[in-house]
């Protein structure tokens, strides 16, 4: 295998710093007995002394050398598992077959399975249509593969490591037989998987069909691997039995020699492993596997291929919570920033020197350390969980070269040690992970959101980035510095726009202000720093946010000198252009590099500077009222909500008056990418922006540069062309301002949210609305082609919305000489909106999206405790079931209902409550209230707003007049006047109906502060659930809770809801199983029930049923927690649930 132990050691560098200390350990442990290890130690530290100067002058004939062999002989024996020529470690593709017997409460195995293997199959996974595979989903693998029978039984199931590229080969299954091919793409060759089952009753036309299968796989790859259960026993089987024949036929070897299925009578092999001759197997074996799993074996093997992931990189970070910031801000404050400054000659060179001496002076006042990180390690991870696992994969390699019984032995020992600990190591983390929850909560929201979205499955931040292949050439990029050329290539080629035919536009002045910039203060800069967020990732000059913000009355100074330096000289500091990206899944194929956006990391100084200017340039154009009425993206005080209230108002509005209206969403590609900066400019100047700021802002623009980085590892220098710079403060805002002229050059009523442009027509005639909109298409397809921007028309969608069922024309609209798609719905700002103005379809989408995340939820209830998962639901399933509420809340009573069902079971979860249990149960035990009430309160917030004139003008100005703008001195004259509508969507919709109950509030009430105002419209929320309620193990949590609710397992319980044919006791037989026999008569649990009353009498409290079950809010958290834990132990030692 290429070179000898120690020529290889030399070769990777690690002979001097390793061979040293290796030596002296091993000898430790080999001449400690004879007593004469000093003698020996010293003799040997001569020897090698000997060696490594014979080593650096004599590297090449290195073996010739006496000393140099006797020390590789005394290693060699010392180090038995070592092979005569290992060479580099080739990396491994582990492919894992279980029949699992049902797949569905079996999922805990599963994960903790998860990361021995890449490829794992599963059989007999009895899955049909009504389970998601939203419920199936494994961190840091893909969407699982699926085969279900329409009846019950059988199934396959695939899951395979995300970082590999993967495609289902549908042509190769063969109907009425189970078998999922998957195509494993390798750097120069694939992979077929076929997973096959096969149950005992099968017909010789399942071996034609998969012999069938096999033969068209094999025209696709030579390398193919068929595993699963074949229902045959291979130990046993005839040399004439027709999977024989096939296993000939096509050169296949079974990889599995040992029995997978053990009964007390018999041993069989029916879950082979057959691997074509071509495929290199490093090693193969079966998988013990608990009883209560199922009762085969799984069966594992190694494939040899080229190593294609980077496991773990360096990182430095830096300890603040060990800075000293007294000697931080001494440093920054007692340096000669002037006089520095004062002898830069380049606004470049300044912002250069001054992050060369600023993060000098954050290394002497804060420690900092290099660790390891590992992205592909669960968060339950730990050194010795680790040290096992290594140990483990030594033995395995051992085994493997031996073959003898004995290191089989130690290997399989070793693999069910590593697997108890790692399921150790995640029941104590799912037991810790609760009050994590909690403190990231109120503390640090950044962790809060990246531990729930892995506690959910939604972290895309987290997940590696698998093998890519190159868009040009096809080939397979497994290194992550190819990586990161391919995706900074296809970043940058995005911001690519032909502008070498288009002349500038001239533009008139839109206003006769122009705009001065201040000179900008310490006090403008200090009241950034002071607001800045902590845990923000800091850019490429490493400055971050914990650094400015601990010496921001200091760093001012520094930072005034530089900022007004870079405006005088209408100069940007180069390196502060320079982005460092971080490349984030969009959707679609994980493999493709365009299914990838950046995520850019610009310098916390240069942001800085940026908000500073913010500051002044966005009040300019409010000032001035040069912002488009309409436009609601990035605006202070704007929202999606605001817009969309407004749009569904006037659609109302149009079918009251029968109306047709008719919507355009029309798509920008790349919009905020090919921003062109000539174009920009000139609009600027428009707008009163000249002289030497506008200068500034073209060099802020120009000569932008990026990188890429995955895993410590940066791509080459990628060149910006167009667009805003992305992950910036003044971005968006520029990008603002290049649309913002767009409704100048329209009829009809355009409504702007950043790049999600929508044009509405209403009118009584469809021609006229046809007239109009291919009227303002036109102008806008040529705005587009003087702007260099590009509307995608496939992608631009129309609804067309009326209340009359005679139509008399179809309308067609034409966009850059495609004719537009007219849809019944379309999904706009995350509201869909229907051609009836209905909410069903939108109402279903909620429910889809939020049962969903609730199924997910529902596979943590056993594991993480009802604190925790009351939290998850609130931020991360609540807001699903809300968003936008105030625009949707007039559906109907049937719809509504829909999404309570969606909270309640989310409580049932959480309190883990059976179906059967009375829904004011639910609410009581979490603290919920009705999503409909919630709905109203918010209605009545915004009213709230409106009033205050503390909303957009136009939405302000929907508010119809009071009744005392036109009586005076009546007393309700702060009511406002509700028009008569006619339809019943118009009454139901936000503004009538909101103003009903606002009118129907008191007037001291509607002049409260806000926050009185909130505390006033819920009087009546529910109780705050007891702590004590929360304590003790997850399940006996449940039981306890509910015997609290009479819907425990208890036969009382069951009766009541028609469960069970009666109430009697399943012990003693006595009449009614109720809490109250259980606890206090039923001789069966005589002993357990003594200890419970000894330990409560010692607690000098009044023993009853009610106090066993619901405390007492008398007493003290303590005390209460002492009688639940003693409730809850005699539940256990019951043995009844």
């Known amino acids: 295998m290429g070179n000898d132990f120690m020529g290889h050691r030399v070769a990777i560098g690690n002979f001097y710093a390793k061979a040293y ?47 140099f062999l006797l020390i590789l002989i005394l ?95 549908v042509d190769l299954e063969r109907p009425d037989t189970e078998i999922l091919w998957l ?122 291929v080229p190593s294609f992931q980077k496991l773990t990189y360096k ?144 972290s895309e931040t987290s997940r590696p980035i698998p093998t890519l292949v190159d868009p040009i050439s096809e080939r397979l990029l497994v290194d992550d510095k190819a990586k990161c050329n391919a995706l900074n290539d296809y970043f940058c080629s995005i911001t690519s726009i032909d502008d070498n035919n288009n002349d500038v536009p001239l533009l008139e002045p839109k206003t006769e202000s122009s705009f001065e910039l201040p000179v900008i203060s310490q006090n403008d800069i200090s009241d950034v720093l002071m607001n800045l967020k902590l845990g ?60 990838y956006r950046p995520i850019s990391l610009l310098s916390s100084v240069g942001k800085t500077f940026e908000r500073v200017i913010f500051k002044y340039l966005h009040n300019y154009f409010l000032e001035n009222s040069l912002f488009y009425q309409y436009q609601s993206g990035f605006m202070p005080g704007h929202s999606t909500v605001y817009q969309l209230i407004d749009l569904y108002h006037n659609i109302c509005l149009d079918l009251e008056e029968k109306k047709h209206s008719c919507l355009v969403f029309c798509d920008i590609s790349k919009a905020f990418d090919r921003v062109w900066h000539k174009g920009l400019l000139v609009k600027l100047k428009s707008y009163g922006i000249c002289g030497n700021f506008l200068s500034w802002i073209e060099n802020y623009l120009t000569n932008r540069r990026q990188k890429v980085f995955i895993n410590n590892c940066y791509s080459d220098f990628g060149l910006i062309h167009a667009g805003v710079p992305q992950g910036s403060i003044l971005g968006p805002l520029f990008f603002l301002i290049f649309i913002n002229d767009i409704s100048e050059i329209l009829q009809s009523t355009a409504r702007l949210f950043a790049d999600d442009t929508s044009l509405k027509v209403s009118s009584s005639s469809c021609l006229e609305i046809q007239t109009v909109l291919n009227r303002d298409l036109d102008a806008l397809n040529r705005w587009a082609s003087t702007w260099l921007v590009t509307f995608n028309p496939n992608k631009t969608e129309v609804i067309f919305i009326s209340n009359s069922d005679n139509v008399d024309e179809d309308l067609e609209l034409i966009f850059d000489g495609h004719f537009l798609n007219f849809s019944s719905k379309h999904r706009h700002l995350g509201v869909t909106l229907n051609s009836d103005a209905k909410w069903v379809d939108h109402i279903n989408e909620i429910y889809k999206s939020a049962m969903g995340k609730v199924n997910i939820l529902r596979k943590l209830k056993y594991t993480l405790k009802r604190d925790a998962l009351l939290r998850i639901y609130k931020t991360y399933i609540l807001p699903v079931l809300e968003y936008a509420c105030e625009v949707w809340d007039g559906c109907t009573s049937s719809d509504s209902e829909k999404l309570e069902k969606v909270q309640r079971e989310a409580a ?176 069966s649990y005589t002993n357990a029930r003594v200890v419970l009353l000894n330990h409560l009498s010692d607690l000098d409290i009044n023993i009853s049923l009610r106090l066993l079950l619901f405390g007492n809010e008398n007493m003290s958290l303590d005390l209460n927690c002492v009688v639940f834990n003693k409730v809850q132990n005699f539940i256990k030692s019951s043995g009844r649930f």
Not at 32 to 59: D, E, G, M
Request: with cysteine.
């Open 21 to 67: 200390r290796y030596m002296i350990f091993r000898l430790r442990s080999v001449f400690f007995h004879f007593k004469i290890f000093v003698f020996l130690t010293n003799v040997l530290k001569s020897t090698i002394a000997v060696c490594v100067n014979l080593l650096k002058n004599y590297r090449k004939t290195y073996m010739s050398n006496n000393y």
């Open 908 to 1083: 049932r979860i959480i309190t883990g409550l059976p179906l059967f249990a009375r829904n004011e149960s639910l609410y009581s035990e979490t603290g919920l209230e009705l999503l409909s009430v919630r709905r109203k309160r918010r209605k009545l917030q915004l009213v709230y707003k409106m009033d205050r004139h503390q909303t957009p003008n136009y939405i302000t100005n929907l508010l119809p007049s009071t009744v005392g703008e036109n009586r005076q001195g009546l007393r309700n004259n702060e009511k406002y006047r509700i028009p008569n509508f006619r339809l019943s969507i118009t009454n139901q919709s936000f503004l009538p109906s909101s103003l009903t109950m606002w009118n129907s509030i008191h007037s001291d009430i509607r002049s409260m502060p806000f926050s009185a105002f909130k505390s006033a419209l819920a009087p009546n929320l529910p109780c705050s659930v007891p702590p004590y309620y929360l304590i003790g193990d997850r399940k006996l949590n449940i039981i306890h809770t509910k015997l609290r609710h009479e819907c425990s397992s208890l036969n009382h319980d069951l009766y009541r809801s028609n469960l069970v044919q009666n109430s009697n006791c399943v012990n003693c037989g006595y009449y009614c199983e109720n809490a109250y026999h259980f606890f206090f008569e039923c001789q």
């Open 536 to 595: 923000k990732a800091s850019g490429s000059d490493e400055i971050s946010h914990h650094m400015l913000k601990y010496t921001a009355k200091t760093v001012c100074r520094p930072l005034e000198l530089l900022f007004n330096l870079s405006l005088s000289t209408g100069i940007y500091p180069d390196t502060w252009k320079f982005a460092k990206v971080i490349p984030l899944f969009k959707k679609g194929d994980r493999h493709s590099p365009s299914n």
């Open 315 to 458: 990182r430095k970070i830096w300890l603040y919570k060990r800075g000293d910031y007294v000697l931080f801000n001494r440093l920054v404050e007692e340096y000669d920033w002037d006089t520095l400054f004062a002898t830069c000659n380049s606004v470049n060179s300044a912002s250069e020197r001054f992050t060369e001496i600023f993060l000098d002076f954050a290394r002497r006042s804060i420690p900092h350390k290099e660790i390891t990180v590992r992205p592909n390690d669960k968060p339950w991870m730990s050194s010795d969980l680790r040290k096992n696992m290594r140990a483990r994969d030594r033995f395995r390699k051992i085994a493997k070269r031996t073959n003898h019984p004995r290191d089989i032995a130690k290997f399989k020992n070793q693999r069910n040690k590593v697997n108890n600990m790692k399921k150790y190591a995640r029941q104590s983390f799912y037991e810790n992970v609760g009050n994590l929850i909690e403190f990231y909560h109120s503390s640090d929201p950044k962790n809060y959101w990246r531990l729930v979205k892995r506690l959910m499955g939604n």
């Open 75 to 169: 290693l060699l024996l010392q180090h038995m598992d070592i092979e005569s020529n290992p060479g580099p470690v080739e990396g491994e593709l582990s492919v894992f077959h279980l029949n699992i017997r049902s797949v569905r409460n079996k999922l805990e195995y599963i994960e903790n399975i998860a990361g021995e293997y890449d490829v794992i199959c599963l059989t007999e996974t009895h899955l049909d249509v009504e389970v998601p595979s939203s419920e199936l989903l494994l961190d840091g693998f893909h969407h699982p593969f699926r085969l279900d029978r329409n009846f019950a039984g059988g199934g396959i199931l695939v899951y395979v490591n995300e970082v590999l590229k993967v495609s289902r080969i």
């Open 183 to 304: 195509q494993i793409y390798l750097p120069e060759k694939s992979i077929l998987i076929g997973t096959v089952y096969r149950s005992s009753f099968h017909t010789n036309q399942f071996w034609e069909n998969l012999q069938a299968s096999i033969s068209d796989a094999v025209e696709i790859s030579s390398n193919v691997i068929l595993l699963g259960d074949l229902n045959v026993d291979m130990l046993t089987m005839s040399q004439n039995h027709v999977l024989s024949d096939i296993i000939n036929s096509f050169n296949f070897i079974n990889v599995i020699n040992e029995p997978t299925r053990i009964s007390p009578t018999r041993s069989s092999l029916l879950d082979p492993i057959l691997v074509s001759e071509s495929i290199s197997y490093t090693y193969s074996s079966v998988v013990s596997t608990e009883n209560v799993v199922t009762d085969h074996q799984g069966c594992v093997v190694y494939i040899s």
